[in-house]
């Protein structure tokens, strides 16, 4: 199942424990940022179901499911009180960029002020 696989794919991004679902559709999951990791008082992470290791080796066929990790985002940062006060969206591209883990996923940073660059 693809759900299994990506708790599987992440469980060393998450301190060796398994994630707990935030939310979660037949495309993808969200679950919060563990405490090792977190980079703001909100942070959480969209990952889809389908197993596409870099946004690099997306298809053309994954662009309504692209889109609609962008739908989740905008609706997991409503949930979490951001909507009005905003949040950065980060997608990690490679290991020059940090990307952790080879699957793609979208991170969501809000909850304080950012700087530029990244802090």
């Known amino acids: 199942m693809a759900a ?6 992440f469980a ?6 398994e994630p707990t679902f935030i939310f979660e559709d037949d ?4 679950f ?8 703001a008082p909100v942070h959480f992470l969209v990952v889809p179901k389908k197993v596409i290791p870099r946004l690099v080796s997306a298809s053309l066929d994954d662009e309504k499911l692209l889109g609609h990790l962008l ?5 997991v940062a409503k949930w979490k009180n ?14 020059n960029s940090c990307q ?5 996923y979208i991170q969501v940073l ?3 002020q950012m700087g530029w660059p990244f802090s």
């Open 27 to 30: 495309l993808c999951v969200a």
């Open 82 to 95: 951001l909507h009005n006060s905003g949040f950065r969206v980060v997608i990690n591209e490679g290991p």
């Open 4 to 9: 299994v696989m990506n708790r599987t794919s």
């Open 110 to 112: 809000g909850g304080r």
């Open 71 to 75: 739908i989740v985002v905008r609706r």
């Open 32 to 39: 919060d940022e563990t405490q090792r990791n977190k980079q």
């Open 100 to 104: 952790l883990v080879d699957q793609f």
């Open 12 to 17: 060393s991004f998450c301190d060796g424990k």
